[in-house]
């Protein structure tokens, strides 16, 4: 009886296991690296699908101006300082799945030449 009891724990510590391995292909997450690029006006974020979890994004100045980046929603929000051209900054962000996320430049006046846009993370 003592020797069956053992084998059910073993039984369920695996499966505890496996299914902690396996929770963050469930919930469509993984952990990326992304390629923001800043022009004058507009951000290409490579590869083009943002995913849920914790993501490594490098934002490259490749514009003329000066730009920033900030991406999130009204309760969190990350940012990279005043980028002059050719510099770079790298973040760390969270994006969770079903979340409509904003991505802009903050420096005046750049948002509506086109560099404000949202991505829905899926
Ligand atoms: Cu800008």
Redesign the pocket.
């Known amino acids: 009886m003592v020797r069956r009891r053992w084998y059910v724990l073993a039984i369920l510590a695996t499966a505890v296991i496996a299914i902690a391995a396996l929770a963050p292909v469930a919930f469509g997450t993984s952990n990326a690296k992304y390629t923001v690029t800043?022009t004058d006006?507009k951000f290409t974020i490579l590869p083009l699908q943002l995913k849920a979890g914790i993501q490594t994004l490098t934002v490259i100045n490749r514009g003329e101006?000066?730009?920033?980046f900030k991406i999130g929603t009204k309760v969190k929000s990350w940012k990279t300082r005043i980028l002059n051209p050719g510099q770079r900054q790298t973040i760390t962000v969270t994006l969770r799945k079903g979340v409509r996320y904003t991505y802009l430049?903050t420096?005046p006046g750049?948002a509506l030449l086109g560099?404000k846009k949202t991505v829905l993370i899926r």
């Open positions: 800043a006006f101006a000066t730009h920033d430049c420096v750049h560099m």
